[in-house]
């Protein structure tokens, strides 16, 4: 396998961010791109890219809005809420002061939240997003800036919860394809972290 370049991590995170929203055609088609990305770097993550696939032929896309409204939708009943600061404080409560350390992440990035933007900041998707962001704007610019606040956000915000939300999803999703993506989500931020810990992009 050959070492991940910064156009394949964009690709990835980019795909990994829009399977936390509600799925759609387009959502599951990407999986192709996923599938060939992982194929060039990781046999074990194109293996689970592979078994996604599968899993969007056995299952209807109404299946899978279902699920995914039983496990990220909504408060009092979700299985697996999305927001990280639910398990980086310990308790039920969103907007704490963890959201506001992610704020201060995205200020440093110069990203500015547009107005009717609805989601919160330290939804997994956003968070996912967000570092697809920061590839995009150094491979735009060539300003190392844009890999040390990622290296600082994979390293203390994302790779800090991910697996504490993952495994909640595994234990409550209806569908295999949800374990599949949980565990695809957890592999590859370990992944990731284990990477920007040992050698400099």
Known sequence: MKQIQNEEREVIYKILS????????????????????????????????????????????????LDFSKLFVGSSHVKAAPYASIYLEGKWEVMGQSTVNTFQYYKEAGLEFKEGFHELPDHIAVELEFVYYLIYKYLETNDEKYLYIQEKFINNVLSKWVL????????????????LVAILLEKWIEKEAKELNKVPM
Do not use: G, M, W
């Open 18 to 65: 829009s399977l936390f929203y509600k799925p759609t055609e387009a959502t599951l088609h990407s999986l192709y791109s996923l599938q060939n990305t992982f194929f060039e770097i990781d046999e074990d993550l194109c293996l689970l890219a592979t078994f996604l696939l599968d899993e969007v032929k056995k299952q209807s896309l109404d299946s899978l809005i």
């Open 164 to 179: 504490s939300f993952t495994k909640l999803i595994v234990d409550h999703a209806e569908t295999e394809f949800y374990r």
